[in-house]
């Protein structure tokens, strides 16, 4: 079966650096997205990424390793407005996003 | 409308009633998506559609049922709905492309008693 697995919750401080990982088994593999999810609201999509090592964009940087089925998500310089869920997915053989069930983050100050 | 639109932005439906989810994009995306949300669960696709006309299954598609008639539209109906179909419903659509990423509407709340 397929599977992504990730920490259901997780606490940091504000300024401080979290690291949020995930691990996943999937029929082929075809990317892995971050995407951010605020309480009642809509995912929104944060980061790609489909070959191995790290891609940074602004405060946060994701990486891969496909030959682990490993990636993490890392957050810098904490802000109260980063407490969301982050979810992980990854798009498999059939060009379908498989997701994980997204880790809730905690901010505090 | 600028992004993707759903309608109802929440609904509470008796049992056995039939009740379609809208969704509207205006980004000329090819591919659409219907997802559930679940406490503790990650979302799970219900139905999917690569391009106006076709449609494909997902990985929970029973209960459900989409059409495609055109590139904008992809209304979800629930034929006759039973309580395990309380949940939230996002609708999404991603464009060609190699990151493909997608976009998604603010979802429809839905509780069936």
């Known amino acids: 079966g397929q599977n992504i697995d990730q920490p259901t919750e997780m606490t940091a401080t504000e300024g401080a650096i979290v690291q949020i990982n995930c691990t996943y088994q999937?029929?082929?593999?075809?990317?892995l997205f971050w995407y951010q999810q605020h309480a009642g609201e809509a995912p929104t999509f944060l980061s790609y990424n489909v070959l191995d090592g790290l891609e940074e964009k602004g405060r946060f940087s994701s990486f891969l390793s496909r030959s682990k089925g490993y990636s993490y998500l890392l957050l810098k310089e904490l802000q109260m407005k980063d407490s969301a869920s982050y979810l992980c997915?990854?798009?498999?053989?059939?060009?379908?996003?498989?997701w994980g069930a997204g880790t809730k983050l905690i901010i505090k100050p | 409308i600028a992004g993707i639109t759903q309608a109802p932005t929440s609904q509470i439906l008796a049992a056995g009633r039939r009740m379609t989810l809208r969704c509207t994009q205006d980004m000329r995306h090819n591919a659409m998506y219907w997802y559930r949300q679940d406490l503790g669960l990650g979302l799970r696709l219900i139905h999917y559609?690569?391009?106006?006309?076709?449609?494909g299954k997902g990985e929970v598609p029973d209960g459900y049922s989409v059409s495609r008639a055109n590139t904008d539209d992809f209304p979800l109906t629930l034929a006759s709905a039973v309580p395990s179909q309380t949940s939230v419903y996002f609708c999404?659509?991603?464009?060609?492309?190699?990151?493909?990423?997608?976009?998604f509407g603010p979802g429809t709340r839905l509780t069936v008693l």
């Open positions: 997915a990854v798009r498999d053989r059939n060009y379908q996003l498989i």
């Open positions: 999937t029929s082929g593999f075809n990317g």
């Open positions: 999404a659509s991603s464009p060609a492309g190699e990151s493909g990423e997608q976009f």
């Open positions: 559609s690569n391009t106006a006309g076709t449609t």
